[in-house]
């Protein structure tokens, strides 16, 4: 089981992603240029090249121009009605779309690592991981799921053969 969550892609953004504009929309937006820092509420969607996210609410953290972590928050926590936030981005390797949905989506840009916590699902290819919280490991390719340790609660993995 361990080789075939390993065989997951090397490599999440598409390179050229990181050259192309950031398009923000939103009903709100904070910029403090000071705290390399910025919050976009309400309705938020963004997108860079492949890279798409909507949410409730993001907070994009830069350090020496360069966007070095992104959050992406929904504000509805009831679990049965709750919008999740979303990230989408083509995978160089594959060229696949590689989809991820929960309440809390925290994506380190500069260590290749996305964090899924609340309802956390992601496809890759035709794989897909869910769990209550997920860590993916890009450069590596290694997912590690948790479940929130109630008995009814479990991960779920679905790998399907090549």
């Known amino acids: 089981?361990?080789?075939?969550?390993?065989?997951?892609?090397?490599?999440?953004?598409?390179?050229?992603?990181?050259?192309q504009p950031i398009r923000i929309q939103a009903n709100n937006g904070v910029?403090?240029?000071?705290?390399?820092?910025s919050t976009y509420t309400g309705n938020v969607h963004i997108e860079q090249g492949t890279l798409n996210i909507v949410a409730d609410e993001v907070q994009i953290f830069m350090a020496e121009d360069e966007v070095v972590k992104i959050i992406a928050i929904t504000n509805d926590h009831d679990a049965k009605t709750s919008k999740l936030a979303h990230f989408?981005?083509?995978?160089?390797?594959?060229?696949?779309l590689v989809t991820a949905?929960?309440?809390?989506?925290?994506?380190?840009?500069?260590?290749?690592?996305?964090?899924?916590?609340?309802?956390?699902?992601?496809?890759?290819?035709?794989?897909?991981?869910s769990?209550?919280?997920?860590?993916?490991d890009i450069n590596l390719g290694i997912?590690?799921?948790?479940?929130?340790?109630?008995?009814?609660?479990?991960?779920?993995?679905?790998?399907?053969?090549?």
């Open 1 to 19: 089981m361990l080789g075939l969550l390993c065989a997951t892609h090397q490599a999440l953004a598409l390179k050229s992603d990181r050259e």
């Open 31 to 37: 910029i403090d240029d000071a705290a390399g820092k």
């Open 88 to 96: 989408e981005q083509i995978d160089d390797d594959s060229m696949e």
């Open 101 to 129: 949905d929960a309440t809390l989506i925290t994506y380190l840009v500069k260590d290749a690592k996305l964090h899924l916590k609340g309802q956390a699902q992601m496809q890759q290819t035709a794989d897909k991981f």
């Open 131 to 136: 769990g209550e919280m997920l860590f993916y």
């Open 143 to 162: 997912v590690d799921l948790k479940s929130n340790g109630l008995p009814q609660d479990r991960i779920e993995i679905i790998i399907t053969p090549k």
